[in-house]
């Protein structure tokens, strides 16, 4: 605050033109009339060169003028000639605050007080010196001082609870608000900032009363609407959220914060065009604003812009570099852009930050293990471990999959992971009880209705269906591809809708306007997937199955899709979700796989013309170093042999061989087939292949599925958790027990029985062959009757209003 002193008319001895001058002055200035002011002001000190007051008008208006330093000069001529006026070292402070010079205002300021210590004005200004200056506790007793001596000063008011909401006295903070308002009940502005404050202690209500009455006071009031919207933002209340960002913006162009929260909110309603332009126009405006470059490197991850999103998670990172989130995304991003060694670096920066950040840990070692670099493996799992086990999200559920056989620590992590991610904090209403119907509505969710692995299995699945009993429809939320998978899908279903631009929400309530009856989640914690949509209930009934093999740890999540292998009886209890049991394998194989009908041999792929040939096509992610060490000594017992993998990247193959050598084992033994384009090719030659060696705690799934249909025989050693049984269900549905070895040393014993035993393979490849054109997982009619048959009983549980249990087919 400033004062003003009017130019007094009094007796004078002194000529009579300098009160003319001083009262023409004054006139001019009240009339911002500064120029002729200050001409004014400056003639009457020349009549009147030692009367401090006359030096003092003149500080007025060169200081209302911006001319500081000039103001600066006439106070102090003022203040050696009048030292005891109060206002001019109050201005004085004014003007030295101003010019950065706080010390110098501060004790300007102290002056005053000396002069008259219950100034509030003075009190307030001095406060406000003390706060620039990091003295807190100091401004907030100068705020009262000053509050005390004027207890209907607002400004005062405001001030003092914008100090007490910093300090975190929230009560008192929305107290001293209330008092500037009762003060001034005009005052926009406290009304604004106390909707800020009761927004930020979650009374939306009142806030978003404060918001309204500040912007019925004052309309141009850009900060009020921008908050409101924030609020709305926050309420799930995106279009009129939106709205109020337009009105940010309609007054205040330039407001790079409401361009940016506007294309946050319509990022996060799948309408990303719209988003991309927000972004962009808040960087323009600022191109320092690493929060909108990190919005606008999220989106294009979403839309799978790798190269952009990279280009401005960089800038983020050097801008902000200890932005953690930044650093994260940015190791994902090189991650999926096959580039692990620097997605490594990311993460390895991020932990450097933040040991405990959540999922990195996971992350990281996974990453790790898709290049086979097991320097620090046994560390980084006991940290893993410990992480879990104390109930920290040190890692997404499916890096626990590959790391460790213990389903215990599996449902741990995804019980964790399903708290952190997945909790919404304003459910939808419950569904009321649907009453019998004539089908059975089934909505399955996917992101990979395309060219993919799901599709592939599934396809011959949806077809078969019964339609006099089931309705089926699809939520796709993945690439539209447009590929002929994708296309005989959209044919296959009763409905296929494409959700790919709607928010989880919208989706779930668009199942239930559509009476779905069961939600089948098909991707589970895997890429692409919408797992959130399943935490808002879009049916009544809600099944895990297929594409993530094991728990959810989601209490929204009634049923999970299993066998008998891949998760027994007395296993049941490491799963949140009660299991149905089907009667062969949880797998279906609708998928008409057929080998090229060239010739292939082993010369074309390297293979030694003589010798056993042992392979695994899995992902290296799978290899771990039990495993490879077990690899290893079956080699060293069959000499002449080799094994063959898919060299899915260049880093982990030159790891691989490192690591043969390094245990007596030559690195030439280890041959890696290049990625062929059609998958009749690749299943072509499998069939030079002699014996599949299978992974754990991770199986070969989709892998096994194709050696197997190759006719190429796999042993697999299972394991405790589902992933690790995948294997054992297919050999088992194929009649062949005897490809499943309990323990490690049975693994690695039979493998050089059969590699030694080239009849005893060649009995069992003959039988795989046998088998396999009559096993169930073939047949999907017997196997869509087995999985109808589950959700029947599912529907009759419900309908009988019976909580979920166990069912057995």
Request: with cysteine; proline share 5%.
């Amino acid at each position: 605050m400033f004062n003003f002193l009017r130019a007094k008319q009094k007796k004078s001895i002194e000529p009579a033109d300098v009160e003319a001058l001083l009262a023409a002055a004054e006139s001019a200035a009240r009339s911002d009339n500064l120029a002729v002011a200050i001409s004014l002001y400056e003639q009457a000190t020349q009549l009147r060169p030692d009367d401090g007051s006359v030096h003092f008008f003149l500080g007025n208006a060169l200081f209302a003028s911006s001319e500081l330093q000039a103001a600066l000069v006439s106070y102090d001529r003022a203040a050696t000639l009048a030292p005891t006026l109060v206002d001019l070292h109050c201005n004085r402070g004014v003007v030295l605050e101003r010019l950065g010079r706080l010390d110098a205002a501060l004790a300007s300021y102290d002056q005053a007080l000396a002069l008259d210590p219950a100034n509030a004005l003075t009190h307030s200004n001095r406060a406000g010196v003390l706060l620039r200056l990091g003295r807190k506790q100091e401004a907030l007793a100068g705020y009262e001082r000053a509050v005390e001596g004027n207890p209907g000063n607002a400004l005062a008011h405001f001030q003092r609870a914008n100090l007490l909401k910093d300090l975190q006295r929230a009560d008192e903070a929305l107290a001293s608000y209330d008092r500037a308002i009762a003060a001034n009940p005009r005052f926009a502005e406290a009304y604004g900032y106390r909707g800020v404050l009761l927004f930020e202690r979650k009374q939306w209500d009142e806030a978003l009363s404060s918001y309204d009455q500040a912007v019925a006071l004052h309309p141009g009031y850009a900060e009020a609407y921008y908050n409101r919207g924030v609020l709305l933002q926050a309420r799930r209340q995106p279009e009129e959220a939106m709205a109020d960002y337009a009105r940010a913006i309609a007054i205040v162009p330039d407001y790079a914060e409401a361009h940016m929260n506007r294309g946050a909110a319509l990022y996060a309603q799948k309408r990303f065009e719209e988003a991309l332009a927000d972004l962009d126009a808040a960087i323009a405006l600022n191109p320092d604003y690493a929060e909108a470059f990190l919005n606008r490197a999220m989106l294009y991850l979403e839309i799978r812009q790798l190269d952009a999103a990279l280009q401005d998670l960089d800038r983020v990172v050097a801008l902000k570099p200890d932005s953690i989130e930044a650093h994260y995304k940015r190791g994902w991003a090189l991650f999926e852009m096959k580039r692990p060694v620097e997605s490594l670096g990311s993460f390895d920066r991020v932990l450097g930050l933040d040991p405990h950040s959540r999922s990195v840990l996971g992350m990281r070692t996974f990453v790790a293990m898709a290049m086979c670099d097991w320097r620090d493996l046994d560390s980084a799992l006991q940290r893993l471990r410990s992480g879990v086990e104390a109930g920290v999200a040190v890692s997404a559920p499916m890096p626990m999959l590959a790391l460790f056989d213990e389903p215990v620590l599996h449902r741990q992590a995804a019980c964790i992971w399903a708290r952190e991610e997945f909790t919404v904090e304003d459910p939808l209403p419950p569904i009321s009880l649907r009453p019998p119907s004539a089908k059975i509505r089934i909505g399955y969710f996917s992101a990979d209705f395309r060219e993919h692995v799901v599709a592939q299995v599934t396809a011959e699945l949806f077809a078969a269906h019964d339609r006099s009993k089931f309705e089926i429809t699809a939520f796709a939320f993945g690439p539209r591809t447009g590929d002929a998978l994708r296309l005989r899908l959209e044919r296959v279903f009763d409905r296929f809708l494409d959700v790919s631009d709607k928010p989880d929400r919208e989706v779930a309530l668009l199942a239930r306007s559509l009476n779905i009856d069961i939600a089948v989640d098909l991707g589970g914690y895997t890429a692409g997937s919408r797992t959130k949509i399943f935490s808002w209930r879009a049916a009544p009934i809600q099944v895990n199955y297929l594409g993530y093999p094991g728990t959810m740890g989601m209490g929204s999540l009634d049923y999970l899709i299993a066998d008998r292998t891949v998760v027994p009886e007395a296993y049941r209890h490491y799963y949140t979700e009660k299991v149905v049991c089907l009667p062969d394998t949880f797998l279906p194989d609708g998928s008409t796989r057929a080998l090229a009908d060239k010739p292939v041999t082993r010369e074309q792929f390297d293979l030694p013309a003589m010798g056993f040939v042992f392979c695994c096509f899995n992902s290296p992610y799978k290899i771990n170093p039990v495993t490879f060490d077990g690899w290893m000594r079956i080699l060293g017992r069959v000499p002449g042999s080799v094994l063959w993998f898919s060299q899915s990247d260049p880093i982990a193959a030159g790891n691989l061989r490192q690591a043969a050598a390094e245990r007596g084992i030559a690195a030439e033994r280890l041959i890696f087939a290049a990625r062929l384009p059609a998958l009749s090719d690749h299943l072509a030659r499998q069939t030079l292949g002699d014996l599949f060696l299978d992974t754990l705690p991770y199986n070969a799934h989709a892998t096994a599925m194709d050696a197997l249909w190759a006719g190429l025989p796999v042993l697999t050693r299972i394991g405790n958790g589902f992933a690790g049984r995948v294997a054992a269900s297919l050999l088992h549905t194929l009649d062949l027990p005897e490809l499943v070895a309990e323990t490690q040393e049975h693994y690695e014993d039979l493998a050089v029985e059969l590699a030694t035993d080239p009849q005893r393979v060649a009995t069992i490849r003959r039988k795989l062959l046998s088998n396999r054109r009559n096993a169930s997982i073939v047949d999907m009619r017997v196997y869509t009757r087995h999985l109808e048959s589950a959700y029947e009983k599912m529907w009759q549980r419900y309908q009988a209003q019976l909580a979920p249990d166990h069912i057995v087919v």
